[in-house]
């Protein structure tokens, strides 16, 4: 039987009020996938890295990051993640107060799939779930036959 593994979401978010409404506004985009919620890089990295239940040992995962972080900068993380040939298949989103030219091409450079400007327009929000949504039924890990 080869079932596909559904998609978990990780979000890294230091504000609870974002944070609640991202993922009000994926529930309410119709995707139920599991969430994880980190407030800081250095947890998220660690779930992404070495938890039992995240993406290196149990399935896939798209990740949900914000720029500001209060130990790191998201950045950082995107570039952890990219640079990892373990990991660096996961869609990153990228949601951030930031519309700096200069800073958005740099996540796009560094490997980011969506760049979302909060504070979040729901339909712009939707639009780019519904791409992941994209992902989210597409991305599988290779089953080694072939």
Do not use: W
């Not at 720029?67 to 950045?75: E, F, K, Q, V």
């Amino acid at each position: 039987m080869n079932a596909q593994q559904p998609v978990n979401i990780v979000m890294i978010e230091d504000d609870e009020g974002h944070a609640r409404l991202i993922e009000k506004n994926i529930r309410r985009a119709g995707i139920s996938n599991g969430l994880k919620h980190f407030t800081d890089g250095t947890s998220g990295l660690e779930y992404l890295f070495n938890a039992p239940d995240g993406p290196l040992h149990n399935g896939p995962a798209l990740v949900l990051l914000d720029l500001n972080l209060p130990d790191m900068s998201g950045t950082d993380i995107l570039a952890k993640i990219k640079g990892d040939e373990r990991l660096h298949r996961v869609p990153v989103v990228v949601l951030t107060t930031t519309d700096d030219k200069t800073e958005i091409q740099r996540c796009y450079d560094l490997g980011c799939n969506v760049y979302i400007t909060k504070p979040v327009n729901y339909e712009s929000f939707a639009d780019a779930i519904r791409q992941l949504g994209l992902f989210l039924s597409v991305i599988q890990l290779p089953d080694g036959e072939g």
